[in-house]
């Protein structure tokens, strides 16, 4: 029987601790970057003239998820964002730096 104790397997992953909870602003930013990455994603889809459909096919994704990350219900995790634009023929970044820019989301000095 294993005798280890909850505290010491626990690593925590920071849910319970109230200091690495967003604030309400940094969640406004978050959901304003969902947002605008799901609108980048549809631009450049659409700019390929490519349906949803066929993009979703071509990563493979489910066209749900894809729905809901372009209509910024959801956040692309990194490896969707990397599935996406490999099957647009883009960089991350032609993603990610207009929409960024459109959040007004700056770097820490």
Do not use: W, Y
């Not at 604030?23 to 970057?33: P, S």
């Not at 980048?40 to 066929?54: G, W």
């Not at 490896?79 to 989301?105: H, M, T, W, Y």
């Amino acid at each position: 029987m294993d005798h280890t104790s909850t505290a010491e397997t626990d690593l925590g992953d920071g849910l319970d601790d109230a200091a690495e909870q967003p604030d309400d602003e940094v969640a406004e930013q978050r959901r304003q970057l969902a947002e605008e990455l799901g609108l980048q994603i549809k631009v450049q889809r659409t700019a390929k003239k490519l349906t949803r459909v066929q993009l979703a096919a071509a990563i493979p994704m489910n066209l749900k998820t894809l729905q809901r990350i372009e209509n910024g219900d959801t956040a692309a995790n990194i490896n969707q964002l990397f599935d996406i634009c490999r099957a647009l023929d883009i960089a991350p970044s032609d993603l990610i730096n207009p929409a960024e820019k459109k959040v007004g989301i700056k770097g820490r000095e």
